[in-house]
């Protein structure tokens, strides 16, 4: 029974781990800075205010192969934000929305929370149309960012 029990238990934390993956990423053809300069100029072009857009360095020690530096755009979107809080108030807590782009091996990476894994944790019901349009709006933000001119 106990030992049942233990291999429920483990592939209930397995599975719980690999749910909670919820960073959709992409790799930048980018450096760092220029990834962010990219994402902003993109923010630009949307309905986001100029002044909601913030960045932040964290550098984590330069001893370390992982990474070396990570930067993090945040943002807002008023409509948006109004329609998600809207639905359900406590979704707050996600918000502002963010980029977070970083060095890991060499290469440069950038992701977003799926805004999918912020209608599953706070369990918001009657709000697809916003869900799907901050889905759609982080995804052509970050394809127009990594796109290379021919």
């Given at each position: 029974?106990?030992?049942?029990?233990?291999?429920?238990?483990?592939?209930?934390?397995?599975?719980?781990?690999?749910?909670?993956?919820?960073?959709?990423?992409?790799?930048?053809?980018?450096?760092?800075?220029?990834?962010?300069?990219?994402?902003?100029?993109?923010?630009?072009?949307?309905?986001?205010?100029?002044?909601?857009?913030?960045?932040?360095?964290?550098?984590?020690?330069?001893?370390?192969?992982?990474?070396?530096?990570?930067?993090?755009?945040?943002?807002?979107?008023?409509?948006?934000?109004?329609?998600?809080?809207?639905?359900?108030?406590?979704?707050?807590?996600?918000?502002?929305?963010?980029i977070v782009v970083w060095r890991e091996n060499g290469d440069v990476y950038l992701g977003y929370m799926d805004p999918y894994f912020m209608k599953k944790r706070?369990?918001?019901?009657?709000?697809?149309?916003?869900?799907?349009?901050?889905?759609?709006?982080?995804?052509?933000?970050?394809?127009?960012?990594?796109?290379?001119?021919?």
């Open positions: 029974m106990r030992r049942a029990l233990l291999v429920i238990l483990s592939t209930f934390a397995v599975y719980s781990s690999i749910q909670a993956q919820s960073l959709t990423v992409f790799r930048s053809p980018w450096t760092i800075s220029e990834t962010v300069k990219r994402v902003e100029y993109n923010l630009q072009k949307k309905p986001v205010d100029a002044g909601d857009i913030t960045k932040s360095v964290n550098l984590i020690g330069k001893e370390t192969s992982r990474s070396d530096s990570v930067m993090v755009v945040s943002f807002t979107d008023e409509q948006i934000n109004n329609d998600l809080l809207a639905c359900e108030p406590t979704a707050v807590v996600d918000l502002p929305q963010k706070f369990l918001i019901t009657g709000c697809d149309e916003t869900i799907e349009e901050m889905t759609r709006r982080l995804l052509k933000i970050v394809k127009e960012t990594i796109r290379v001119s021919e």
